[in-house]
């Protein structure tokens, strides 16, 4: 019965950016919290602008003027509502999608989101402070696990699902090549042993930024080196976190997208899962890294993006026929009053047709 | 020591206003009385936990309407008062009697006036009144409805008088909105006060989706099987669009916004993930202005180019039709009970309240003598505004509304000040008397159901009249007791 459905394809794109922003915020409170216990006595600034690099802020925080001290950084991601890539204006952009995708979500998915859209929004400079920032961290990281869990418990699984499911897993994938990438912009010059156990112990800080650590021993060989750490985190086949799972993931449900419910368009996505596979896999993790392992992690980041696009063509893209130019030019709206016909204004005052939230524009590396 | 609980009823006086919960109706059964010992038996502390739970629980679920303001928008609930307002099965018998009767002539004068205009042709409503009123469509004359309904979706704003006579204030036949504030409102008092529904027989309200579902489907063009019905709603940023929402779930169709929709060779599409899908109804939240680019407002970018082509082709049915505006004018309103005498040869059920129409001299004439102990109303106006209440109004504000009237005579009806009837309320002194009134929903495909009860409207401020939410009002619970 489920399989004849159909599904509204702005509804389809609004649960792909839901799942996104939802599975940012995550990723962004644990880099965070990883970024903290990186700060080494002398360096703490340096710390924390690696997470404006690898989220590619730097224009965008230079333009406010913004200096990198740590308190600076700390309130760009978990304070500023008007920053884009800040956690505020994620959960803000995953909940306006929640509220366009309400008659599909459960009611409890939107009862949690809602709640911690508003505990989120209630965030002060006083927990960005000390050892009060992990615990921020933590229900922030916890926030999204319960509506991980909500979702999986209540929400209906026909194709709508999978769209939620590949947004959330393309934007993981993306979000392990960052944290990756955080251990690059804080390299350590090798050399000495001291250097050495320094050096493991911050991979072992990313290991557990990504809630990998007990699996990465049971896996890993005694003495690793950072390429265990990279080879884990890429290509590991169980790991819930790595790019490798997430792709295969997304490939799974492409293909159900495809013979469970009848949708064309999915071969130029799979086309892209199969090369980011390639990708990962056409070099041992030894080159990668010798060749320069933030050039690599680039390189998939950019594939993710097309990736994105090929799922967008396929599915969302030709939801609003007009090309831009055909838009009428001035934008009528209704206002409160005859018919209780409400104002469609948002709150800039400026009117409001765009119904997916969505980013402006692909964020990416120029390398 | 234990502190004796505070009775919440105490203080309250309901004065000269007929009050909703007096518990010496007669025909109640005694349940007024058994519910009033249930409320102070739980105390006035108590009371004000859970009404605070409650209202909590409406915020969490994002049970909320949008007010807009120059620069921001807010979201807030209905603010919800926990003491039900009851009626009896002996009122809402009659009720329903007088909301039944008034769709079917309001039906019956739609037809009328975009066929053979029978009506002004006998003089019975002004010609003018009705061809040059803005919200008569041209593009509805001579077209055919299904079932001759016009208004699929009714609210009648029905108050009471100091009598305890119930009369109608006025007609909602466009798109009117609160249902879901009916539903929620019960879910709630099911959740935070079981202990006083417990032992009520009460009529339910958790069909109106069914129902409204059944007559969509009813309405549908001819000779399609399965009909896809769709409910159009301008999007999140519309003040009712947490309604939008809970009719389209509890329908189980989707809700879907201009952008999602597309004419093709006169036939509507939705556009999925995969092919375009046929849309056979339409119940929209849109107001006509904005329905159709091609037709009505050329820069409306929340409706469907072609729609109403398709629409005249009898390819898809929309809810309510075009054009309904022009029957709950409040300048039409005045003739409503003629009308109703006029199609169905019958008395009114349900009076209104004595109205006089500016436009006529006589009328005009007797407003500008009593402005100060009358209403004064524009016509084609909703949501409270623009209104003055003579006998509250300043001196400079009964000047404004003097020279608006000479202005624009037409534009107005006045009406006496009517004592509306009141029901305790929660406040910051216990239970008070507070104002309040009522909407009935009526439901019409090939015939007219209307859900029981409605949405009762209560103006939270003291002796206030206004129960508009967009002006501080709040709603309970209705009970409508079942039927021996």
Redesign the interface.
């Known amino acids: 019965m489920s399989q004849n459905l159909?599904?509204?394809?702005?509804y389809?794109e609004g649960l792909f950016w839901m799942a996104r922003y939802l599975e940012r915020v995550e990723n962004m409170a644990r880099l965070i919290d990883v970024t903290q216990s990186f700060e080494s006595p002398g360096r703490e600034a340096e710390a924390w602008y690696a997470l404006i690099r690898i989220n590619a802020d730097e224009e965008a925080f230079a333009k406010r003027g913004l200096t990198a001290d740590p308190d600076t950084v700390k309130r760009f991601y978990l304070l500023e509502r008007d920053n884009p890539s800040s956690i505020p204006n994620s959960i803000d952009a995953a909940r306006?999608n929640a509220?366009?995708l309400?008659?599909l979500i459960s009611?409890e998915m939107?009862?949690q989101l809602?709640?911690f859209h508003r505990d989120v929004a209630a965030i002060t400079a006083d927990q960005l402070e000390g050892d009060k920032l992990s615990r921020l961290c933590g229900m922030i990281k916890l926030g999204v696990q319960e509506h991980t869990g909500i979702t999986e418990g209540t929400f209906f699984r026909d194709?709508g699902w999978c769209?939620y499911e590949l947004g959330r897993l393309i934007e993981r994938a993306d979000q392990t090549t960052r944290l990756l990438d955080i251990r690059f912009h804080s390299l350590v010059p090798l050399g000495t042993e001291e250097h050495r156990v320094e050096e493991m112990t911050l991979w072992a800080g990313v290991l557990r930024a990504a809630a990998g650590y007990h699996a990465f021993r049971r896996v890993a060989p005694p003495g690793f080196t950072p390429q265990d750490v990279v080879r884990f985190l890429l290509t590991d086949t169980s790991f819930p976190r790595s790019v490798l799972l997430c792709v295969g993931q997304m490939e799974w449900l492409l293909g159900q997208?495809r013979s469970r419910?009848?949708?064309?368009g999915t071969v130029a996505a799979l086309e892209r899962t199969e090369e980011v596979r390639a990708a990962i896999l056409s070099r041992p993790m030894e080159r990668v890294i010798a060749e320069g392992l933030h050039e690599f992690l680039d390189g998939v980041q950019r594939d993710l993006i097309l990736l994105a696009g090929e799922i967008g063509t396929a599915?969302f893209r030709?939801?609003?026929?007009l090309a831009d130019d055909q838009?009428?030019?001035?934008?009528?709206?209704?206002t409160?009053?005859?018919?209780?016909?409400?104002?469609?204004?948002?709150?800039s005052?400026q009117?409001?047709?765009q119904?997916v939230i969505k980013p402006s524009v692909a964020r990416r590396h120029e390398p | 020591m234990t502190l004796p609980i505070a009775d919440p009823f105490d203080g309250y006086d309901s004065g000269q206003y007929f009050c909703e919960l007096a518990a010496d109706r007669g025909d109640d059964g005694g349940a007024i009385a058994r519910l009033r010992a249930a409320i102070s038996a739980i105390g006035l502390d108590a009371l004000r936990a859970r009404a605070a739970a409650a209202e909590n629980d409406l915020i969490n679920l994002g049970i909320t309407f949008t007010v807009y303001s120059e620069a921001s928008a807010i979201d807030r609930i209905l603010p919800f008062d926990c003491i039900p307002r009851v009626l009896t099965a002996t009122e809402w018998r009659h009720l329903e009697a007088g909301v039944k009767q008034r769709v079917a002539a309001l039906n019956a004068f739609l037809h009328d006036i975009y066929h053979e205009r029978k009506i002004t042709k006998d003089n019975v409503v002004p010609a003018d009144l009705v061809f040059t009123n803005p919200n008569y469509r041209p593009e509805m004359e001579n077209f055919p409805v299904r079932f001759g309904t016009y208004v699929h979706i009714c609210g009648i704003d029905i108050v009471r008088d100091q009598a305890g006579q119930f009369c109608v204030l006025e007609d909602n036949a466009r798109t009117p909105s609160g249902v879901s504030y009916v539903v929620e409102n019960r879910h709630v008092m099911l959740r935070t006060f079981p202990d006083l529904i417990a032992g009520m027989r009460l009529r339910p309200v958790d069909d109106y989706g069914q129902r409204l579902r059944e007559a969509m489907t009813e309405i549908a063009p001819e000779g399609v099987d399965d009909p896809q019905v769709v409910l159009l709603s301008p999007g999140i940023y519309n003040s009712a669009y947490f309604e939008h929402v809970f009719l389209a779930r509890e329908m189980g169709v989707p809700l879907v916004e201009g952008a999602d929709l597309a004419v093709v060779n006169d036939r509507v599409w939705m556009r999925t993930t995969g092919a375009m899908r046929p849309v056979h109804t339409i119940y929209r939240r849109i107001g006509d202005d904005f329905l159709d680019p091609t037709v009505f407002r050329a820069d409306s970018m929340l409706g469907v180019p072609g729609l109403i082509g398709a629409w005249r082709k009898g390819n898809v049915a929309l809810a309510n039709a075009v054009g309904t505006g022009v029957a709950d004018d409040k300048a039409i309103y005045a003739y409503m009970p003629r009308i109703i005498r006029y199609y169905l040869d019958q008395d009114p059920i349900l009076p209104i309240v004595e109205t006089h129409i500016c436009r006529e001299h006589s009328g005009l004439q007797y407003t500008l003598d009593r402005l100060d102990q009358l209403v004064v109303k524009p016509v084609g106006e909703s949501g409270g505004y623009g209104i003055t209440i003579g006998p509250r109004a300043s001196k400079a504000e009964l000047e404004v509304a003097r020279a608006a009237l000479l202005k624009e005579p037409s534009n107005w009806i006045s009406q006496p000040v009517i004592g509306l009837s009141v029901a305790p309320t929660l406040t910051e002194q216990g239970l008070r008397p507070r104002h309040l009134d009522l909407r009935p929903f009526a439901v019409t495909g090939r015939s007219t159901w209307v859900l029981p009860g409605g949405l009762s409207r209560v103006a939270l401020k003291e002796g206030s009249l206004v129960v508009n939410s967009s002006q501080g009002g709040g709603s309970k619970d209705t009970w409508v007791l079942a039927e021996d």
């Open positions: 159909p599904l509204l394809a702005r389809a306006l509220r366009t309400r008659p009611t939107w009862m809602n709640m194709q769209f997208l419910y009848g949708l064309r599915f030709d939801w609003r026929p838009q009428p030019a001035a934008a009528a709206v209704p409160e009053g005859a018919a209780s016909q409400a104002a469609v204004q948002g709150a005052g009117a409001q047709t119904s």
